[in-house]
C-alpha cells in the first residue's frame, strides 16, 4: 500500500469521478483505475461500486477513505513539520469560501499569503456554510470562511468572527418601497422572494427572522448565486435580503434599504479546532493583519 494509492482514493471518494479524479491528481484514467484496482486486490475488497455512469463508495470503502485521509494528513504534516524546523512554510492549503465573503479582500489576502509563503499551493473551492464547515470538520479543507445568522456559531471548529453586517432589502429601482429610509419585516412578508435554497445557512438567516417575528413570506425563486437572485430583483420579478456588501460590489442597478429588526449574518474565519496545520496557522496570521489593516 502506498500513499500515492491512497491519493487516488481519496480523490475519487470527493469527486465520485475516477475521470476527475486523475484531472486533479495528473495522471491518466487508467493509471489511476489501475493504482486503485491493485490496491482493492491487496485489501480483498472493493473501495469503489462501479457502473458505466455512476461511481459510489462501498461500506468498506467508507471506512478505508476515513483512514486514508488521516493517513495522508499525518505524512503531509511529517513533512511540513520538518521543514518548518528551518523556518519554511510549505504543502497544500486548502480552502474553503462562500459566494458572498465580504469581510475580507480575499483575493488580496491570497496574495499577500503567497507572497510570504511562496512554496504553498493554495487550493480554493467554494460552497455554502454547511457543506464547509462539514469538509472542514471531516479534515477535506484546511481554512474555511463561513456566513451564519446570529447566534449560530460554527460547530466543531475553531472559528474567529471577521464581521457583523445586518442584512438589507434589495429591491428593484422604481419599487414602491426603494425611497424609504427603513422598512419593517412585515412591510415586505407579502411580496415574492428570492433567496438561497431551502436548509441552507444563507437562507436561515432570513428564516429565523421571519419565523421570529411570527411572519411567512413567499420564496418562489432559490438560486445558489447571489449574482442570479440579484438578477431576479433587478428584473423586477422579485425582492430579497442581502449583506449591503454583497449588493455593492455587484454591480446590479437595484436599490437597498436598511431592515429594521431584520436579520444579521456573521462571519467566520473557522479552523480545525484540534491541530491545525502549519500553512494554515500561516494563513490565519495573515488574514488577520488584512483583517486589522
Known amino acids: 500500500m502506498e500513499l500515492q494509492q491512497l491519493r487516488y482514493v481519496v480523490e475519487v471518494a470527493e469527486t465520485l469521478s475516477f475521470t476527475r479524479a486523475a484531472e486533479r491528481c495528473f495522471v491518466t484514467q487508467s493509471a489511476l483505475s489501475h493504482q486503485i484496482a491493485s490496491l482493492e486486490r491487496e485489501l480483498g475488497r472493493r473501495l469503489f461500486a462501479r457502473s458505466s455512469r455512476h461511481v459510489r463508495l462501498t461500506e468498506s470503502g467508507q471506512a478505508f477513505v476515513a483512514h486514508a485521509r488521516r493517513a495522508l494528513r499525518s505524512a503531509d504534516q511529517a513533512k511540513e513539520d520538518a521543514a518548518a524546523v528551518d523556518g519554511v512554510v510549505e504543502g497544500t492549503l486548502r480552502i474553503g469560501v462562500i459566494p458572498t465573503v465580504t469581510a475580507i479582500d480575499l483575493p488580496a489576502v491570497l496574495v499577500a499569503y503567497r507572497g510570504a509563503y511562496p512554496l504553498v499551493r ?172
Open 122 to 293: 493554495v487550493e480554493l473551492q467554494v460552497g455554502n456554510s454547511d457543506v464547509l464547515a462539514r469538509r472542514l470538520r471531516n479534515d477535506e479543507l484546511d481554512i474555511a470562511l463561513l456566513g451564519l445568522r446570529e447566534g449560530v456559531d460554527p460547530e466543531g471548529v475553531e472559528s474567529r468572527v471577521l464581521s457583523r453586517d445586518p442584512l438589507v432589502a434589495v429591491f428593484p429601482r422604481g419599487h414602491e418601497l426603494a425611497d424609504a429610509e427603513s422598512i419593517a419585516l412585515d412591510d415586505v412578508a407579502g411580496m415574492t422572494f428570492a433567496d438561497f435554497p431551502t436548509a441552507t445557512s444563507g437562507r436561515a438567516q432570513s428564516d429565523g427572522a421571519f419565523a421570529a417575528a411570527g411572519l411567512t413570506r413567499d420564496v418562489a425563486f432559490e438560486a445558489d448565486s447571489a449574482t442570479l437572485i440579484l438578477g431576479l430583483v433587478e428584473a423586477g420579478l422579485a425582492v430579497t435580503l442581502l449583506t449591503p456588501g454583497t449588493v455593492d460590489r455587484s454591480g446590479f442597478d437595484v436599490v437597498t434599504v436598511e431592515v429594521r429588526g431584520g436579520p444579521v449574518r456573521l462571519e467566520y474565519l473557522a479552523w480545525d479546532a484540534a491541530a491545525p496545520r502549519n500553512v494554515a496557522r500561516a494563513f490565519i496570521a495573515v488574514t488577520e493583519v488584512a483583517h486589522s489593516a
